[in-house]
């Protein structure tokens, strides 16, 4: 009886009040707004697959990928068999477990490149942003004379003069491939330090770098996470184009691009599972590491926020 004169009266319980003026977690509506994307989940649960398998399965499974002495005990250019699930390529090594084996490497240089490449491109950003004028300036000039130059030319004479040592691949491709990202993180900074509670800041003494870490960044962080996944992808994609071109990792070691690259050298024999396998899962990556990016982007953009 209370409860049903409670409602006719107009008053609303006082149980269910509470619950409806229950706040909701920031992190929880992010993570609902992510998993509403179905294929940033698929792209997710196949990037973490696809991590372990490169990572854990050669342990589980080994296959001969370093030793060539040894490769040419086994047939070479074998199609698919029990033995060999995905064949064996021209050197007698495994398809399956080089792709594997390449995959370890393709990924590695891929997140640490595309690492560098978004905290260099963050920081250069937002203090091309927020300080302005001549600073901002001379920094965004320096970036148009940089972008200037045809990246992967730039790349490939940079490995023609120094080397292609796996540790230079990853510095080379992260410090020559922040340029774009910065000049996406500049237009957010220059947004905000006009913004109200930015300039309030300021008028209340706050310091620029304050405003920059308390402000600038947490605004920015929806384009900050998109453009590091991106990022990542087109770590990877530099990699591949420089080992399809023969510029990748050094022998034995080996990446998708160079798998590639050996592999197109046989398809006019008809050995496709030194192409298609490795070109699947190479495209697949990119493509989900993008669709993941997107969900990001999503998660973390402010206005999808409920206050």
């Not at 995959?103 to 560098?116: C, D, M, P, R």
């Not at 491709?173 to 330090?193: E, H, K, V």
Request: one cysteine or more; charged letters at 10%.
């Amino acid at each position: 009886m209370t409860t049903i004169s409670a409602s006719v009266s107009g008053v609303p319980e006082v149980g269910a009040l509470a619950a409806s003026d229950v706040p909701v977690p920031m992190w929880r509506q992010r993570l609902r707004i992510f998993m509403g994307n179905k294929l940033a989940i698929a792209s997710c649960a196949y990037i973490i697959v696809l991590t372990l398998a490169c990572f854990i399965y050669p342990h589980i499974h080994p296959t001969n990928q370093t030793n060539q002495a040894l490769a040419f005990n086994t047939p070479q250019n074998a199609p698919p068999s029990a033995a060999h699930p995905l064949g064996t390529d021209s050197s007698g090594y495994d398809e399956l477990g080089r792709i594997l084996y390449g995959g370890e490497y393709s990924l590695t240089l891929g997140f640490l490149a595309g690492f560098i490449t978004i905290v260099v491109g963050t920081l250069y950003g937002m203090i091309a942003g927020f300080f302005g004028g001549i600073v901002d300036t001379l920094m965004m000039r320096l970036i148009d004379a940089f972008l200037s130059i045809p990246y992967i030319f730039l790349l490939i004479t940079l490995i023609t003069i120094f080397g292609r040592s796996t540790l230079f691949l990853i510095l080379i491709i992260g410090f020559t491939g922040w340029w774009g990202n910065a000049r996406i993180i500049r237009g957010d900074a220059l947004l905000i330090r006009n913004l109200d509670y930015a300039v309030a800041s300021t008028s209340m003494g706050a310091s620029k770098w304050h405003i920059i870490r308390r402000h600038v960044f947490p605004n920015s962080i929806s384009n900050i996470v998109t453009v590091a996944t991106f990022s990542v992808a087109d770590a990877i994609l530099f990699l591949s184009a420089l080992g399809f071109l023969g510029l990748g990792i050094q022998t034995p070691q080996t990446d998708w691009g160079t798998m590639l690259q050996l592999g197109t050298e046989q398809m006019q024999n008809g050995f496709w599972w030194e192409v298609y396998p490795v070109a699947l899962i190479f495209i697949l990556v990119v493509v989900s590491i993008n669709y993941i990016g997107d969900a990001l982007r999503d998660a973390f953009e402010v206005r999808l926020i409920e206050r």
